[in-house]
T-cell receptor, first 114, second 114 residues
Framework: AQSVSQHNHHVILSEAASLELGCNYS??????LFWYVQYPGQHLQLLLK????DPLVKGIKGFEAEFIKSKFSFNLRKPSVQWSDTAEYFC????????????WGAGTKLIIKP | DTEVTQTPKHLVMGMTNKKSLKCEQH?????MYWYKQKAKKPPELMFV???????INESVPSRFSPECPNSSLLNLHLHALQPEDSALYLC?????????????FGPGTRLTVL
């Protein structure tokens, strides 16, 4: 079945550590890719998106993601995390096969230790 | 204005009550969405309105009744809910519901059904 997978459900890091959160999808054809973040008690915010062009996408708050079509992946990275990055991170995909509606990964809970 | 607003923030209702959730955006978006989000889970799509017409209903029980009075407003009417319907209800909007639908989310209504 077509799906979006986030490999890590919980990640705990110390401040200044580097971050990589995995996201894989199983849709064929053209896809649009998104990373959303939900800080504690706050609404879902778009971190970054990929529609086309340069597969390395830069988003807000120092986050970036790389679209690797051959691996069906869109991993999120940040070179040095801060305590304020503690949040739930969701990868989402839309495609023609999903009627262009967002299909969500299960989410990754990121905890940054001060 | 790049905000989606939702009222109320919190709602507690009994199983025999009728209540409504409201959502508003003034970004000129023509697609609006209702999602349900349980704790530590990704959002689940309930309804999509495109140009004020219901375009997607994800087999949602009839005790949830959406309404789109105009292009800026979206309501969700609730009647005879069950305790398992307790969740965070999110509204989102996007320019269109098609391929490039970057969705902007509201803060949600935290619903508790007693």
């Amino acid at each position: 079945a077509q799906s979006v997978s986030q490999h890590n459900h919980h990640v705990i890091l110390s401040e200044a550590a580097s971050l990589e959160l995995g996201c894989n999808y199983s849709y064929g054809g053209t896809v649009n890719l998104f990373w959303y973040v939900q800080y504690p008690g706050q609404h879902l915010q778009l971190l970054l998106k990929y529609f086309s062009g340069d597969p390395l996408v830069k988003g807000i708050k120092g986050f970036e993601a790389e679209f690797i079509k051959s691996k069906f992946s869109f991993n999120l990275r940040k070179p040095s995390v801060q305590w304020s990055d503690t949040a739930e991170y969701f990868c989402a995909v839309n495609a023609k096969d999903s009627n262009y509606q967002l299909i969500w990964g299960a989410g990754t809970k990121l905890i940054i230790k001060p | 204005d790049t905000e989606v607003t939702q009222t109320p923030k919190h709602l507690v209702m009994g199983m025999t009550n009728k209540k409504s959730l409201k959502c508003e955006q003034h970004m000129g978006h023509r697609a609006m969405y209702w999602y349900k989000q349980k704790a530590k889970k990704p959002p689940e799509l309930m309804f999509v309105y495109s140009y004020e017409k219901l375009s997607i209903n994800e087999s949602v029980p009839s005790r949830f009744s959406p309404e789109c009075p105009n292009s800026s407003l979206l309501n969700l009417h609730l009647h005879a809910l069950q305790p398992e319907d307790s969740a965070l209800y999110l509204c989102a909007s996007s320019l269109t519901s098609g391929v490039y639908n970057e969705q902007f989310f509201g803060p949600g209504t935290r619903l508790t059904v007693l």
